[in-house]
């Protein structure tokens, strides 16, 4: 039965590659849910903003923007913070919204004054999103529209309006517990048909626009394609029957950001088409990499939904944060975590190179030296985090990973940041043979900074594997603490880590370090070899430090075939235990635990559920030992009983998934499971 099953899916795989995979933006509306209503709903946001907006709830009448979403505070501000009124018509017949790549849009009907509104938004810079309102009569009218802002109650301490600012901006500071401190700018073209009524200046702000007024832009609400590449504005109509209005929503944190934001928000106003329409194709050039290669329509849709995913939890520079970089998801994880940041970066440099080089710096502008520190030199912390940045451990060594990739991807203009990070990746990687290498024989532990288990298990990734049940720790120094066990993924990661410095120092010119490196790693292919690999199981185990192999057969030995530090005997033996549906071959593939073991536990975190991140290694691991047959029936197994994975609705990514009913589990919209569900896409499995 289990064979009949994998060729099935083969099939299935290998028939929906006949159907076009397409490359318009317009095509994958709706990839994930953006209305309130849905649990853990997709907040829109673009470049890094620390503000974001969504539809409002389906029983709402207004024709509305829910938000502002704030990042890092309050969440969700308001249901309708942004609603239109025509006529002084509150209620739209019928409203209907959607997300498309880089857009999210709102449009109703409004029957007494006989009109179709629309509200649009895309994102200006890291501090401001762009709306741009349009208004269609279907006959002659001079019936009043009103744009109106209903903020949260509590949230302002009081609202300033300066007429005569050019442009003309309404100021509302955050005073609720919780928030950040920012303030929003809420400003509008300045223009003689804009007049404003402030109802009550903790609750609503009514921007009264004159529709007897011809607007001031040359962008005709009739445009129908906001992210098409081309401007083909038609002809602008009249005032008596169509309008565009725009306003510019800003959240910043000081009054230096807002001084910066009111200059690009004047050019916007000046010429407010070219915004959207850069926008527009920045994201259709985003789309176009995202699905290059995909091999299905089904597979694209994964692709755009993986690029949402990533381009959502991006939060800009601010505070901690000296370069941007990505939450693990907006929901749960505000701060940019050590190996999260490298898995981003992966997939990154296929989008947006300079993204991947930010999210790697923001890590090695925390790297630690003995002068700063007085121990653990060059170390990199676990997570920055407002109020938490923890130095207990770090993660897992990755980093060079993602610049070696970068500069495959990106070769001229990653150089010089390739150039700059360089001595940061291998003083970070002795860091490893300095600080957790207790017994000094070449095979690495997993540790911590002080002595506390759960710090080292914390530095593995791996929270509550059950390999580290019994685990014990050992002193290896000052402010230097080492599990009682060499951990295959681990000392996989070094060997890996080795050749992506040595692949990067021959693209920097220096042979010779390249050399040395690529010595050292075969000495430690050998080494582990022999060190982690059990004949009796055919996987590849921890080990203690007296030489003695755990029992516990998990998914820390995928990265050992990722890697190629096993022997193609070794391999062949791994991949048949990869192949059996009681260990590894679940219905939803590669679990974090063998399912025969009595831990097992499918819901259990890091105790059997499937993370993609492991998946991806499995699948790159069967790949580069040429097991693609067996690679591709599991992968196409993983889109199949994955929820949300091989169907073309808007299911978010989960943080890991059941691998007996592919149910998604713990967060939504899951930063490393999208990054490599697009590397998967891509077909970038080195």
Same mark, same amino acid.
């Given at each position: ?21 397409h490359?318009?933006?317009? !095509? ?5 849910? !953006? ?5 853990n709903f ?14 409002p ?5 207004s %024709?509305?923007?829910?938000? /502002?979403?704030?990042?890092?505070g ?12 025509? +006529? ?5 017949v ?23 509104? &629309?509200?649009?938004?895309v ?8 709306? @741009?309102? *349009?208004?269609?009569y ?8 009103a ?13 300033q ?12 500071? %955050?005073t609720?517990?919780?928030? /950040? ?7 509008? $073209? ?27 832009? #040359? #962008? ?5 394609? /906001? ?13 008596a029957?169509?309008?565009s ?18 200059? %690009? ?9 070219? !915004?959207?329409? &850069? ?14 290669t =995909? ?34 998801s ?8 050590a ?16 993204? =991947? ?10 790297q630690?030296?003995?002068t700063?520190?007085?121990? &653990? ?5 676990? !997570? ?27 070769p001229?203009?990653? @150089? ?17 043979? #300095? ?15 002080? *002595?506390?288990k ?9 929270d ?11 002193r290896?120094?000052p ?6 066990q ?18 990067? $120092?021959? =693209?920097? +010119?220096?042979? &010779? ?21 059990? /004949? ?7 080990r ?15 990265a ?7 022997? #193609?005997?070794?391999?062949?033996s ?20 063998a ?14 559920p499937?993370?993609?991140?492991q ?8 790949? @580069? ?5 067996q ?18 609705? $808007? ?36």
């Open positions: 039965h289990m064979i009949t099953r994998l060729l099935l899916l083969a099939a299935a795989l290998a028939a929906g590659s006949a159907d076009p995979v490359k318009d933006p317009l !095509v994958y509306k709706n990839v994930l849910n !953006v209305s309130v209503d849905a649990p997709y907040v829109f946001s673009d470049l890094g903003a620390w503000h974001g907006f969504a539809l709830s389906s029983s709402s009448k %024709l509305a923007l829910a938000g /502002p979403y704030l990042h890092g309050p969440g969700m501000l308001g249901d309708s913070f942004f609603s239109v009124k025509v +006529g002084g018509e509150e209620v739209a019928s409203w209907e919204g959607e997300l498309l790549p880089g857009l999210l849009k709102v449009q109703g009907q409004f029957a007494q004054a006989h009109a179709n509104a &629309s509200l649009e938004t994102f200006l810079s890291s501090r401001t999103s762009a709306i @741009r309102i *349009n208004v269609t279907a006959e002659p009218s001079t019936s009043p529209f744009l109106t802002l209903a903020g949260a109650a509590g949230i302002q301490t009081r609202v309006f300066d007429a005569t600012s050019t442009p003309h901006t309404l100021v509302a500071r %955050l609720r517990s919780g928030a /950040p401190n920012g303030q929003i700018r809420i400003s509008f $073209a300045p223009s003689d048909s804009v007049s404003f009524e402030v109802s009550d200046l903790k609750r609503e702000y009514t921007a009264q626009l004159n529709a007897s007024t011809k607007h001031t832009s #040359e #962008e005709s609400s009739t445009h129908t394609n /906001p992210n098409s590449n081309t401007n083909t504005s038609p002809e602008t109509p009249t005032a029957s169509s309008h209005f725009y306003v510019a929503f800003t959240f910043c944190f000081n009054d230096t950001e807002a001084a910066v934001e009111a200059g %690009l928000i004047s050019e916007f106003f000046s010429s407010p088409s070219r !915004v959207f329409a &850069s926008s527009g194709a920045r994201w259709a050039d985003y789309v176009n990499k995202a699905t290059s =995909a091999a299905t329509p089904a597979q694209a849709w994964l692709g755009v939904k993986a690029l949402l995913t990533l381009m959502g939890n991006w939060r800009s520079a601010h505070d901690l944060f000296l370069h941007g970089g990505l939450y693990p907006f929901i749960g994880y505000q701060g940019f975590w190996w999260d940041s490298w898995k981003h970066a992966r997939a990154l440099v296929h989008i947006d190179p300079a993204l =991947a080089a930010s999210q790697i710096q923001a890590l090695y502008d925390y630690m030296t003995k700063q520190s007085g121990f &653990s030199s060059s170390m990199i912390p676990d !997570v920055i985090m407002p109020g938490n940045t923890n130095w207990c451990n770090t993660k897992p060594p990755l980093s060079a990973w993602a610049v070696a990739s970068l500069l495959r991807v990106s001229g203009p990653s @150089r010089a940041f390739a150039q700059g990070i360089f001595p940061h990746l291998l003083a970070y990687h002795q860091w490893w043979y #300095e600080y957790r290498d207790v017994n000094h024989n070449g095979l690495a532990e997993f540790g911590a900074t002080e *002595n506390r759960q710090c080292m298990a914390w530095e593995s990734g791996m509550n594997a059950v390999r580290f049940d019994d685990t014990t720790l050992a290896g120094g402010s230097a603490w080492t599990a009682s060499e951990s295959v993924d681990l000392n996989a990661f070094l060997y890996a880590e080795k050749l992506f410095l040595a692949e990067i $120092a021959i =693209a920097l +010119g220096n042979q &010779s370090l390249a050399t040395a490196l690529q010595q050292q790693a075969a000495t430690l292919k050998t080494q582990a070899q022999a060190a982690f690999f059990n /004949p009796a199981t055919g996987f590849m185990h921890d203690l430090l007296n030489g003695t192999l755990l029992p516990s057969l998990g998914c820390e030995g995928f050992a075939l990722w890697a190629g530090l096993a022997s #193609e005997a070794q391999a062949a791994m991949a048949r235990v990869l192949a059996n549906s009681t260990l590894f071959n679940t219905p939803l593939p590669f679990p974090t635990f399912a025969s073991q009595k831990q097992f536990d499918p819901t259990g975190y890091w105790r059997g499937v993370w993609i991140d998946a991806f290694f499995a699948l790159a691991g069967l790949r @580069r030992y040429n097991y693609t047959t690679a591709d029936t599991m992968f196409a197994s993983l889109l199949a009983h994955g929820q949300g994975l091989g169907t073309t609705d $808007a299911t978010p990514l989960g943080e890991y998934y059941n691998p007996l009913t592919g149910q998604r589990l713990g967060t939504s919209h899951f930063g490393w499971t999208a990054a490599h569900l697009l590397l998967m896409v891509l077909g970038d499995w080195v």
